[in-house]
């Protein structure tokens, strides 16, 4: 199979129906990334677009100071402080006063991109994503086995089970149905851990399946507009540059609005994803307004006539008021382009943050009515079983989970890959290994 086909493969999967009919050839790279002389990336939209500029700023700042007078989407203050997730900086400077400061020096981290040339053997995705998982697997089949020790299933072995599977953030309700399902199968007969790991891969399933829907961007929509939201950290940058990468790949126009413009480094890392991926990057300088940054994005695109628009946005909401107007009020701006807009709102989740992910859908839902999820960083973690307590709670799709940095690392969420992963078990078929 060679590279290409595997893209198509991996594109299909996340995107529900393979290559689109009517994709244009992907552009040459030097095509939409504009670059100076000395290499450094220019940012489309204001700064490679000096003529048009003025107009679409104008056109920006009316949109916004509309948007502004407008009602906020929902009650700030009901929203509860979600903790700092563990790779993100503390939000404690306003951003109005962040275009005086100097830059902060933030060294750029920017995930790397597929090696070329994989000197090793590569991987089946569930072999990496069991890999990825393996801290959450761990810890809870050491409980298991600690659990199950040749002894009869009785009560206080459901019990101990049921609080190791709340203790592995599965939530109450899925450890619940865990320890029933096994009681009604093995109650007062020996038990072994493989059989309560088949139970969890079984039950965990059956709670992921009906969410597991890929991304569908309708490109009749020209653009079908993203706005990618989450907590400082949670992986919206990154995730956006993925999935430009996935839909240039695929012989779509993208482009990319560096909506987050309270972190410079997070601006510049969408530029060299658009550096790398071919795709145009809308940016402006740190401190601007971002609903202002996501009207010329639209402005683009449709300039362009762009298949996508990847709106990135700022992360740090929790107890700041303005910051949460101003993801309505971005909101707000993209629907003065287009009223069906934005098509997607996806909400990016740190798996490490664990049950404080659960308190950020909550927030999110309120405030901008998240369309579905992509949950990263389950590499990391010993607590991946979040992603079914939310899904059991709250049944929102799960587009695509991330275990690491590059590339490669974003695929489609598939439930029963996850749950055997999760629960420790074998891959089921040989489907899988492909
Ligand atoms: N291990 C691992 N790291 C990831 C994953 N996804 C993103 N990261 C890393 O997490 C860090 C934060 O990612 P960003 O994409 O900058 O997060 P963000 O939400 O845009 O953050 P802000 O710009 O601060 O709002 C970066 O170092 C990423 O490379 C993942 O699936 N696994």
């Known amino acids: 199979m060679s590279a290409e086909e595997k893209k198509r493969g991996w594109f299909g999967r996340l995107f529900g129906g393979g290559r ?3 994709a244009e050839p992907a552009p040459e790279a030097e095509e939409p990334a504009e670059e100076s002389a000395t290499g450094e ?5 204001e700064e490679a677009r000096p003529a048009e500029a003025p107009a679409s700023r104008d056109e920006a700042a009316a949109a916004a ?3 502004e007078a407008e009602e906020p989407l929902a009650p700030i203050d009901a929203i509860p402080s979600a903790p700092e997730p563990e790779t993100g900086p503390a939000l404690d400077v306003e951003p109005e006063a962040e275009p005086e400061a100097e830059p902060q020096p933030e060294p750029v981290a920017v995930a790397p991109v597929a090696p070329e040339a994989p000197a090793e053997p590569k991987q089946s995705w569930f072999q990496r994503l069991r890999a990825g998982l393996s801290r959450s697997s761990s ?4 409980s298991i086995t600690g659990l199950v020790r040749k002894r009869k299933l009785d009560d206080e072995m459901l019990q101990d089970l049921e609080d190791a599977l709340i203790q592995a953030d599965l939530g109450v309700d899925t450890a619940m149905r865990i320890t029933e399902e096994l009681a009604r199968r093995r109650y007062d007969k020996q038990v072994t851990a493989d059989e309560v790991r088949s139970v969890l891969a079984e039950e965990v399933e059956k709670v992921l399946k009906p969410v597991t829907k890929p991304l569908q961007p309708d490109f009749s929509h020209k653009p079908h507009v993203l706005l990618m939201v989450g907590v400082n950290g949670s992986g919206k940058t990154t995730t956006i540059g993925k999935l430009a990468a996935k839909f240039r790949a695929d012989g779509r126009k993208v482009v990319m609005g560096a909506g987050d413009t309270f972190r410079a480094a997070a601006i510049e890392q969408l530029k060299v994803w658009g550096e790398r991926t071919g795709a145009t990057v809308v940016a402006k300088a740190q401190g601007s307004d971002a609903s202002g940054v996501a009207w010329e994005t639209l402005d683009v695109a449709k300039r362009e006539g762009a298949d996508i628009a990847l709106v990135d946005t700022a992360g740090r909401l929790q107890n700041k008021a303005h910051l949460m107007d101003e993801l309505t009020k971005i909101v707000r701006v993209i629907r003065k382009h287009d009223e069906t807009a934005p098509h997607d709102v996806i909400l990016v989740l740190d798996a490490t943050t664990g049950q404080n992910a659960m308190q950020q859908v909550e927030i999110f839902r309120q405030v901008c009515g998240v369309t579905g999820l992509v ?12 992603l079914v307590a939310i899904s059991d709670k709250h049944e929102l799709p799960v587009h695509a989970i991330g275990i690491g940095e590059g590339v490669e690392d974003l695929e489609a969420f598939d439930a029963g890959q996850f749950a055997r992963a999760i629960a420790g078990v074998a891959e089921a078929s040989t489907e899988e290994r492909a």
Not at 41 to 45: F, Q
Not at 375 to 386: C, E, N, Q, S, W
């Open 139 to 142: 810890a809870l089949g050491q």
């Open 41 to 45: 990336p220019e940012a489309s939209g």
């Open 65 to 67: 100071a509309e948007a």
């Open 20 to 22: 689109p009919e009517e």
């Open 375 to 386: 949950m990263t960083k389950l590499d990391g973690t010993a607590r991946g079983g979040i």
